[in-house]
């Protein structure tokens, strides 16, 4: 992955410096065209000028070389175009004389005189002489030229032109120095940005090649390491979500390992008890005055199992995302009410006191009623196995605020250590093994945590001085809004 990433970002950098460098020559090829044929437009203008101040008299010197000023700065101007811009230039009057200089270059260099096309010049003259400025390029014998031509104005009458033409290669190896200087920049950009690259995906690959074996490590089960949460801003987010799912499996492995472990204990335990007296019975080593007793066991030994069957299909229909809640408004304190009136028998066998404070005596609620029913049955069957002889449970329903009521269930009995208290809603937890032997599969709480929490509330252990306190949040609604109620849809438990 690395070496791929690497080579597109070559690549991109490659095509961006090749077309700069494209854009660089045209634009630098078009402005070194136009600068020196602007230049060569002024170094015609000023020799027409010079020739515009000659008087008559000086006009024919300037043709036959006399020895006057004009003469001598015509030379020189005349040998300045030839040396500094390579052209040659024609300095003509209506008459078709020309500078005794510029025949002189003709002899000098045979292959300008081979190159010059004699009706091209003629024909450009021709338009100059009528006032027109000319700047043209053409295809001469050895290449492509071009031509600079003006008039030569003199008391506002165009008696004479002059004439510049320099070979376009002439031209181009003007800036073959600057092309020079703009490769070697190129190269170093080049250079440097596939170093900025190489950095660049090594920082963004790295982490992924490092996520991508924790999770093929999390595929085939095993604990995965924690990504290094560093490089750029989105890899960091992107490694910290990693890690936290990578928490988060690890997490919900291990709680399945312990789910799997504790539910193998709880069902071996009564089918160990059960096949063992079924056993003894079979091979008749229990008495006829103890098959009764015997059978009582094993009838016990399977309510409990049908009782820990019973619990995780709650707990399952509770935890399923399809699961559909019927929700119904109804009167929170009534249904406490009747919650109690079901477990009148185990209150009272205990000689247990139960107080209730209701406020205010009228508490509606929107929920799925039958769900939250079996919460009050597993929170009020808790406080009765926890509470000692002749203790005392309180149920309280108040409102927390406009959308929000709060039922508390409390008790006196043993309490809830603090190593205890961090793991209460966990499945199969039972805590003070001793006192409950025998006693609930450790499923209630967890039954009571995933039911609140698929209708989006809470439940929580109060901090008390002694016995134990749950609360547990509902969904208020107004009494106008709780009539009529809504039918209650089939309960599937």
Not at 7 to 35: D, K, P, T, Y
Not at 92 to 101: A, E, F, I, L, P
Not at 219 to 244: C, K, M, W, Y
Request: negative net charge; proline residues 3%.
């Amino acid at each position: 992955m690395l070496s791929r990433l690497l080579v597109m970002l070559v690549a991109v950098i490659s095509l961006a410096v090749l077309l700069m460098l494209a854009v660089f020559a045209l634009s630098s090829r078009q402005s070194q065209i136009e600068n020196r044929v602007n230049a060569l437009k002024v170094q015609a203008y000023d020799i027409a000028y010079l020739a515009s101040e000659s008087t008559p008299k000086g006009l024919e010197s300037i043709f036959n070389f006399g020895g006057n000023a004009i003469r001598q700065m015509m030379e020189r101007k005349l040998r300045s175009v030839y040396e500094d811009y390579s052209a040659y230039c024609l300095v003509v009057d209506r008459t078709g004389r020309v500078t005794s200089y510029f025949s002189q270059v003709l002899g000098q260099h045979q292959e300008l005189a081979s190159s010059l096309d004699a009706q091209d010049i003629t024909r450009t003259l021709t338009r100059v002489l009528q006032g027109e400025e000319v700047i043209l390029q053409s295809n001469g014998a050895l290449g492509p030229m071009f031509t600079v031509a003006v008039p030569w104005v003199q008391n506002g009458a165009v008696i004479g032109a002059v004439y510049i033409q320099t070979a376009a290669q002439n031209i181009t190896a003007s800036y073959e120095e600057i092309w020079r200087q703009a490769v070697i920049a190129a190269l170093f950009t080049f250079l440097v940005a596939a170093a900025v690259a190489v950095i660049y995906t090594r920082r963004l690959v790295t982490p992924l090649k490092n996520m991508a074996a924790s999770a093929g490590m999390m595929a085939r089960g095993l604990p995965a390491p924690q990504v290094e949460d560093t490089g750029f801003l989105e890899i960091e987010e992107l490694a910290l979500s990693f890690n936290h799912m990578s928490s988060q499996i690890q997490s919900t492995e291990e709680t399945r390992k312990a789910f799997i472990a504790n539910l193998s204990h709880e069902l071996r335990s009564p089918m160990t008890s059960i096949q063992g007296f079924v056993q003894g019975l079979l091979d008749e080593t229990v008495k006829p005055e103890n098959q009764k007793q015997t059978l009582q066991i094993v009838l016990d030994e399977t309510k409990r199992l049908n009782h820990l069957v019973s619990g995780l299909l709650t707990l399952s229909r509770a935890e399923a995302p399809e699961n559909e809640l019927k929700k119904e408004v109804f009167n929170v304190c009534e249904l406490v009410r009747l919650v109690l009136i079901t477990r009148i028998n185990q209150l009272e066998e205990k000689n247990i006191q139960v107080e209730t404070r209701f406020e205010p005596e009228e508490a509606y609620a929107l929920a799925a009623k039958h769900q939250i029913e079996q919460v009050l049955i597993n929170l009020l069957d808790n406080a009765i196995r926890f509470t000692p002889q002749d203790g005392k449970i309180t149920v309280a329903v108040e409102t927390l605020d406009k959308k929000t009521v709060a039922v508390t269930v409390s008790d006196n009995g043993i309490g809830i250590t603090p190593e205890d208290a961090t793991r209460i809603f966990d499945r199969f937890y039972k805590t003070d093994q001793a006192h409950t032997k025998g006693e609930g599969v450790g499923l209630g709480l967890a039954i009571c945590k995933a039911i609140l929490e698929q209708h989006g509330q809470t439940i929580q252990l109060l901090p008390t001085q002694n016995g134990a306190s749950f609360q547990f949040t509902l969904e208020k609604v107004t009494e106008k809004h709780a009539k009529p109620h809504p039918p209650e849809g089939p309960r599937k438990d």
